[in-house]
């Protein structure tokens, strides 16, 4: 620790990102990437922006990039947010919306930067507890709450909330904003961005990093309203006005171009995370459905903590999760290419035979 520490920086607990190894030969299972490259149209872009223009600050309002997602999504590209990552983006609607005297509700089990940001800036919270199945019971959150929100799907449980049940509840809390984290939407679910329209107390966030192969270049985003973006775009200029470099801006706008790539690669992933779950299911794991490119997955015998130990011995790493103990020893597996996923089963059947 450091002497020149600020009483603050003692206070808070950092979070701990997945492991990103160093070491070669490694099945990486852990951190949810995709499994594909990107679409050779971003690669090309990417080269592409590559010159001296460098040497020029980028876009400061990355306006190329909000207009291709604005089109995508069939809005107005004032309804659209960009910045560093959801991650960041996610800190900036922290900062900017639920600082208030109400508590922020959340899943008692889910995506942990969010105890993060409420630590980081000083939020209250309080949780709703998931129920046994592991689905998030929407109706259960306080009514005096001021905030919501909440992944979908779920991480690290995969569990997927549809479309009618989001929009009921936005109908039934009119003067409390909800955060829909779509992280992984694009593997199965129905995205809340359609009821941007119709509802002023809801901002969704979406990164680039899963279902479009980019979490090397760090895009994200949200959209709502108009003014919430102004209040996020306040933010954003109080705290890094060029948030997104070239590269990134080009990347994500290629990307969006290249529907056909998008398409193939998430249904190659949920092709092949149905295949898992069912050939995990026969090594005596309980699998929750999901609608993510993981699974969330707890064997009948073998621990966790004992299991995902074991596979990294075998040269395969997922992510196991120490707290809260009730999923202890739940273990997320994100789904690989074919081989890779064949790696694993082979790892396991090694490890309980």
Known sequence: ??????????????????????????????TNE?????????????????????????????????????DYHQLDAGQVFVGNGSDEVLAHLFLGFFCQDRPLCFPDITYSFYKVYCGLYGIDYCTVALADDFSLDL????????????????????????LDVIREFLASRP??????????????????????ADHDNLLVTQT????????????GLAVGQAPLIDGLNRIKDSFNSYPLDRLAIAAG???????????????RVMADR??????????????????????????????????????RGHGVIVRHFSSPPRIAD???ITIGTSSQNAALLAALDDVLS
């Open 274 to 311: 149905e295949q898992l779950a069912q050939a995990l299911g026969e090594r005596d794991f309980s699998v929750l459905p999901s609608a993510a490119n993981f699974l969330f997955v707890r064997h009948e015998r073998v621990g966790g903590a004992e299991l995902a130990a074991a596979l």
């Open 34 to 70: 995709s499994p594909y490259p990107p679409s050779a149209a971003v690669l090309e872009a990417v080269r592409s922006a590559a010159d001296d223009d460098l040497r020029l600050y980028p876009d400061p309002d990355a306006s190329a990039l909000k207009q291709a997602i604005a």
């Open 208 to 219: 680039l990093s899963k279902s479009r192969a980019l979490a090397g270049l760090r895009i």
């Open 253 to 267: 706008v290629a990307s969006y171009a290249d529907e056909d790539w998008f398409r193939e690669t998430c249904g």
């Open 139 to 162: 109706s259960a959150i306080p009514a005096d709450v001021g905030g919501v929100i909440f992944p979908n799907p779920n991480a690290p449980t995969g569990r997927l909330l549809s």
């Open 330 to 332: 739940w273990l997320r």
């Open 175 to 196: 003067d409390t904003l909800v955060v829909v984290d779509e992280a992984y939407i694009d593997f199965g679910g129905e995205s809340a961005i359609s009821l941007v």
């Open 1 to 30: 620790m450091s002497r020149f520490w600020s009483p603050f920086v003692h206070s808070i607990e950092p979070y701990v990102p997945g492991e990103q190894p160093k070491l070669a030969r490694l099945v990486k299972l852990n």
